[in-house]
C-alpha cells in the first residue's frame, strides 16, 4: 500500500483556514474597517455593491504601506501589530492575528491600492485565489483602498451559502455601526449601490448614537462613567422608556471592541428590573476599559467572544455602574447628563482596587451574590415548573408517547367542523392549559397553547400562497421608526406579510405607515407586535434549514396563538382540536414540540398494579 497522507497545496489550505475569518460580505466589512482604524484612520468610506457579494470596498486616510509591506499584508500570520506572545496580553489593536487579508485574498479577488505620506508613489497589488496577478508603482493618495470583487468567486458552495441580498446587508450594517460607534472621534461614511446610506462627521459619542440609533434618542440617553484603577466604565444606557420588545440597541465594547456575552447584557438588563416590563430589553452603548492583560480576545476567530481573568467582578462592575447612573436619573430627572459629574465621584467606584481590594471582594457578599444564582445562564430549577408540577409528568409521558397510534379517538370530532353539531365526546380543559379528550380506551392530552401555535402556521403557509387574508384597515394609519437592520429586515419580509393581512408602506428612509392588520389591535398592539415579530425572525438560528418565509409564519404564529391560561369554550376547544386534527402534521409543533400524547387505559391501570 502506498502512503497517503500528503500537504495539501498552499492556496487550498488558505480557502479552508478563511472559512473561520470570512463567512460572509460582512465578515470582510468588520476585517477591513478595523485594519483602518488600526492604521489610524481618520476618514473611512466603505463601499457596498450588492449587498458585498460584488464589492466590499475601504478606503481610509491612514498610515499606508510600504512596497514590501502591500506585498506582505499577503501572507497568512503576516501582521504588524505583534511580535511574541507577551504582545498577547498588551493588545490596543483591533487586528493581530495577522489572518484576514490572507483569507480575503485566498476567497475574493482583491485590488489594494497603498501609500505611505513619506513616500512619492503608492503601490498597487491585484491578487486572486492567493496568487498576486499584478504589482505596481502607482499614483494615488496618501492612504489605502482595499476592494474585496465577487467574494467566494472561487469557492461556489459557500457562495451559494449567502443569504438574500437584504439579509446580507443586515450584517454589513451591523458591522458598520459596531465600528464607528466605537470611533465616534473619526468620519465614516456607507455607501451601497451608489446611495450614500450613513455620512457619521467625528464629533462625541452621544452625537455618534443618536446619528446612528435615531434622534428619538436625543433627550433620552442617560451618561455612565465609572473610574476605577482595575477598570473603567463610560457610555449611555437609555431611559427605561426606550427599552423595546426587540433586541438590537444594545452595544458592549471591551477596549473598544464589540463582543457578545449573554453574561454582561444580563448585568445591564438586571439593573433595569423594576423599571421596565419583563419582556423588554434596554437600549445601552456601554464601553468597559481595562487592562489587556486581564482578558483573554484570543478565543474566537472573529474576536466577538472573549474571556475575562475574573468574569464575576466585571459583571458587578457594570450592574453597578448601571444602577447607579438609574438612580441618579431617577431622583433627578431633569438632569443634564452632560454636567452630570456626580455619578464620578461615588465612593467605593473611585478608590483605587488593589489586588488586596480585588480578594476582599471577592469574598464579600456583593460578590457572593452574582455566583451562581445570579449568573445569566442559570436558571433556577423550582422557577421552571410554571404548571405546578404538571409539565414533568407531562414531559416523561411525552417520552413514551406513541402518535398515530391513536385513530378512532376523535372521529366523531373530526368530521363534524361546526361547533353546534359537536360530538357527544365531551372535551375538559384543565388548568386552562390541556385539553383532554376521552377515546375509546384512551385518553389524549392535548397543550391547547401548541396545537394553536401548530394550527396557525398551518392556516399561514395556505394564506401565503392563496393570499386570502383579510386585513383589518386602522382608521388612523400608525407610523412606525425602525432601526436601520429592521428597516432592511422588514423591506425583504413586506410581500409576505401583506399576505397574511398587514398592510404596511415604505414611507421615507426608515419609516412605515401601517394601514391594517390581520387583527383588529390598538396602536401599541401593533407597533409591539410587529416589533416582536421582527425580533424572533432575526432570533432563529440561522443554521436552520428555513427560509425567511417560514420563519415569519413561525414567528407569527408563535405570537398570535391562545397561550396556556386562556379559558376556553367548550365551542372552542372543539374548534381547536378539529382544526389541529386537519393539519397536515398535527403531532409536533413546526420547532418540534409535541402538540399531543395519549394516556391508554392500560398505562393507568398499570399504576394501579394490575
Ligand atoms: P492584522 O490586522 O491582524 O495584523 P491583517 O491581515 O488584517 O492582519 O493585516 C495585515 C497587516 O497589513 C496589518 O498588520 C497591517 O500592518 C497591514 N494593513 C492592513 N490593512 C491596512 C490599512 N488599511 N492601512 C495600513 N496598513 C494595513
Ligand atoms: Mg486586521
Known amino acids: 500500500m502506498p502512503d497517503k497522507i500528503h500537504l495539501l497545496p498552499d492556496h487550498i489550505a488558505n480557502q479552508i483556514a478563511a472559512g473561520e475569518v470570512i463567512q460572509r460580505p460582512a465578515s470582510a466589512v468588520k476585517e477591513l474597517l478595523e485594519n483602518a482604524v488600526d492604521a489610524g484612520a481618520t476618514q473611512i468610506d466603505l463601499i457596498i455593491q450588492d449587498a458585498g457579494k460584488q464589492l466590499v470596498q475601504v478606503i481610509d486616510n491612514g498610515s499606508g504601506m510600504s512596497v514590501s509591506d502591500a506585498r506582505m499584508a499577503f501572507e497568512r500570520h503576516a501582521t504588524s501589530k505583534i511580535t511574541n506572545i507577551d504582545d498577547l496580553f498588551k493588545i490596543r489593536t483591533m487586528g493581530f492575528r495577522g489572518e484576514a487579508l490572507a483569507s480575503i485574498a485566498a476567497v475574493a479577488q482583491v485590488e489594494l491600492k497603498t501609500k505611505r505620506a513619506e513616500d512619492n508613489s503608492g503601490t498597487l497589488i491585484e491578487i486572486e485565489n492567493s496568487v498576486v496577478q499584478r504589482q505596481e508603482p502607482s499614483a494615488i493618495p496618501d492612504g489605502t483602498s482595499i476592494a474585496m470583487k465577487n467574494l467566494f468567486f472561487n469557492v461556489p458552495a459557500r457562495r451559494n451559502f449567502l443569504k438574500s441580498n437584504a439579509a446580507e446587508m443586515r450584517h454589513i450594517i451591523d458591522e458598520f455601526m459596531r465600528v464607528s460607534l466605537a470611533y465616534p472621534d473619526r468620519s465614516f461614511t456607507l455607501t451601497a449601490n451608489g446611495q450614500k446610506q450613513f455620512h457619521l462627521d467625528s464629533g462625541s459619542l452621544k452625537q455618534r448614537i443618536i446619528q446612528l440609533l435615531g434622534n428619538n434618542y436625543q433627550t433620552k440617553l442617560v451618561s455612565v462613567s465609572q473610574k476605577t484603577d482595575y477598570l473603567n466604565i463610560y457610555g449611555f444606557i437609555g431611559k427605561p422608556e426606550t427599552a423595546k420588545k426587540t433586541r438590537g440597541d444594545q452595544y458592549l465594547f471591551v477596549n473598544n471592541r464589540f463582543i457578545k456575552s449573554a453574561y454582561l447584557h444580563h448585568a445591564i438588563s438586571h439593573s433595569f428590573q423594576e423599571l421596565i416590563p419583563g419582556e423588554s430589553h434596554p437600549s445601552y452603548v456601554l464601553f468597559i476599559e481595562l487592562d489587556p492583560a486581564q482578558i483573554d480576545i484570543n478565543v474566537h476567530p472573529t474576536k466577538q467572544e472573549i474571556k475575562f481573568e475574573d468574569e464575576k467582578i466585571i459583571y458587578a462592575f457594570v450592574q453597578a455602574a448601571a444602577k447607579h447612573a438609574l438612580a441618579q436619573f431617577n431622583i433627578t430627572p431633569a438632569l443634564d447628563f452632560e454636567l452630570d459629574a456626580g455619578i464620578q465621584q461615588l465612593g467605593a467606584i473611585t478608590q483605587p482596587f488593589s489586588d488586596q481590594q480585588k480578594a476582599a471582594a471577592s469574598a464579600s457578599t456583593i460578590y457572593k451574590s452574582f455566583t451562581e444564582k445570579h449568573a445569566a445562564h442559570k436558571i433556577d430549577p423550582d422557577k421552571r415548573n410554571d404548571a405546578g408540577g404538571w409539565e414533568s409528568f407531562y414531559e416523561a409521558a411525552i417520552a413514551a408517547n406513541k402518535p398515530g397510534s391513536f385513530q378512532s379517538l376523535l372521529t366523531g370530532v373530526i368530521e363534524n367542523t361546526e361547533p353546534s353539531s359537536a360530538s357527544s365526546k365531551k372535551l375538559t380543559q ?61 423591506t425583504e419580509l413586506l410581500p409576505d406579510l401583506e399576505k397574511l393581512g398587514y398592510s404596511i408602506e415604505s414611507f421615507g ?57 386562556q379559558p376556553l369554550t367548550e365551542d372552542e376547544m372543539i374548534i381547536l382540536v378539529t382544526e389541529l386534527f386537519q393539519c397536515d402534521e398535527p403531532f409536533h409543533t413546526p420547532g418540534g414540540k409535541p402538540t399531543c400524547y395519549d394516556l391508554s387505559a392500560d398505562e393507568m391501570m398499570s399504576r394501579f398494579g394490575k
Open 509 to 565: 428612509k426608515d419609516s412605515f405607515i401601517v394601514r391594517g392588520t390581520p387583527a383588529d389591535m390598538s396602536e401599541s398592539e401593533i407597533t409591539s407586535s410587529i416589533e416582536l415579530l421582527l425580533e424572533q425572525v432575526k432570533h432563529y438560528r440561522s443554521d436552520l434549514p428555513i427560509d425567511q418565509r417560514e420563519k415569519l409564519i413561525r414567528a407569527l404564529a408563535k405570537q398570535q396563538c391562545i397561550k396556556t391560561g
Open 430 to 490: 384543565l388548568f386552562n392549559t390541556f385539553i383532554l379528550a376521552e377515546g375509546v380506551r384512551s385518553v389524549r392530552v392535548i397543550h391547547q397553547q401548541y396545537a394553536h401555535e401548530t394550527i396557525l402556521c398551518h392556516r399561514y403557509r395556505k394564506q401565503i400562497i392563496s393570499g386570502t387574508a383579510v386585513s383589518q384597515q386602522s382608521l388612523f394609519p400608525l407610523t412606525l421608526q425602525l432601526s436601520p437592520q429592521d428597516t432592511e429586515l422588514i
